[in-house]
């Protein structure tokens, strides 16, 4: 078996790139801390446009849900609660 030398190397590009680890933070907190996702999400994705490390994907899915959950927690406060509030005050003493 013979190897020539001038064949070039078979690699996927962009498989050393590494993923940016502030986009790892943002995507996780978006489930637990919905504002401190977001946050640490749109900067994860400015630092992705500047160095081109992986991770684009996580970083806009880690703002998509970290405002989602935002829009829903404010949903649940404003039209939710009242209602069940106003159930509570309902209820007939005996």
Do not use: C, H, W
């Amino acid at each position: 078996m013979t190897y020539d030398q001038n064949t070039p190397a078979t690699t996927v590009p962009g498989a050393s790139a590494k993923f940016n680890t502030l986009a790892i933070v943002g995507f996780v907190l978006a489930f637990v801390v919905n504002i401190a996702g977001v946050v640490v999400s749109f900067i994860a994705l400015s630092q992705i446009k500047k160095t081109g490390e992986r991770g684009r994907g996580l970083a806009i899915a880690g703002i998509i849900i970290g405002l989602l959950s935002i829009v829903f927690g404010i949903l649940y406060f404003v039209l939710v609660l009242p209602v069940a509030m106003e159930q509570m005050n309902n209820i007939p003493t005996y």
